[in-house]
């Protein structure tokens, strides 16, 4: 069942132009020559947010196709004063193009959706035609850093992710009893850690 849509989405949305960005003109704008950090499906936000307070020199692109949710993202970030944070509420794959090759540091993929059925493989994030478009768009120091509850997709992340022949480092199948140091939840991580699930983390850094 689809949600009603947030009261006065619209008007709220237009409220907020001046944090979205879309195009390529708007997003090399926004980074001002930086290399950038960006979250792929930010949901409610709480990650990026943090991530942006923590890192505060660095541009944080937060993507969410869902503009419910994400709307309430860019308005705590608003409300916050987060400075160096834009969103785009969007599909990631419309960003192809968009973003400059070479241009991102980091990408976060946080509690993507697993898609659990073989017929929607294509839809996980991880899927290799996902981490072609990635590599695209991340410098030649550029990681990615990806946790999971779900162990069928960490299962075929680790696949993906050494098909497209990435290096694999900091794997952990139980992130809250691991030595990772500075771990920000987020939403569904905190949901899922109440619920006693494992969370299972990796980085992922390309060949040179
Ligand atoms: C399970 S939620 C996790 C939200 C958040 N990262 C967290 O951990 O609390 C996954 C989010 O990814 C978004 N998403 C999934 N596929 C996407 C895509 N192709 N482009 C942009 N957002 C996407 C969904 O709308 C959803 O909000």
Redesign the pocket.
């Known amino acids: 069942m689809r949600m009603r849509k947030r009261a006065h989405l619209e008007e709220r949305i237009g409220v907020l132009s001046p944090l979205m960005v879309y195009t390529k003109e708007e997003i090399d704008s926004f980074r001002d020559g930086k290399k950038i950090y960006l979250?792929?499906?930010?949901?409610?936000?709480?990650?990026i947010r943090e991530c942006a307070l923590r890192d505060a020199e660095i541009p944080h692109l937060a993507?969410?196709?869902?503009d419910n949710?994400?709307i309430l993202a860019a308005e705590a970030a608003e409300r916050e004063g987060i400075k160096n944070i834009r969103f785009s509420f969007?599909?990631?794959?419309?960003l192809d193009g968009e973003i400059e090759e070479g241009s991102v540091k980091r990408i976060?993929?946080?509690?993507?959706?697993p898609w659990p059925k073989k017929k929607q493989a294509k839809?996980r994030?991880t899927h290799p035609s996902?981490l072609k478009m990635y590599k695209k768009w991340l410098s030649e120091d550029g990681e990615i850093f990806f946790?999971t509850d779900n162990e069928k997709l960490f299962e075929f992340s680790l696949n993906s992710f050494c098909s497209e022949d990435f290096i694999l480092s900091n794997i952990t199948f139980d992130l809250h009893n691991s030595d990772f140091e500075g771990n920000i939840m987020?939403?569904?991580?905190?949901?899922f850690a109440e619920e006693g699930k494992n969370i299972f983390r990796l980085e992922a850094r390309k060949r040179l």
Do not use: M, P, Q
């Open positions: 979250e792929i499906g930010c949901g409610k936000g709480r990650f993507v969410e196709h869902y949710v994400a969007s599909d990631i794959e419309k976060y993929l946080n509690f993507s959706d839809r994030l996902f946790k987020t939403e569904y991580e905190t949901k």
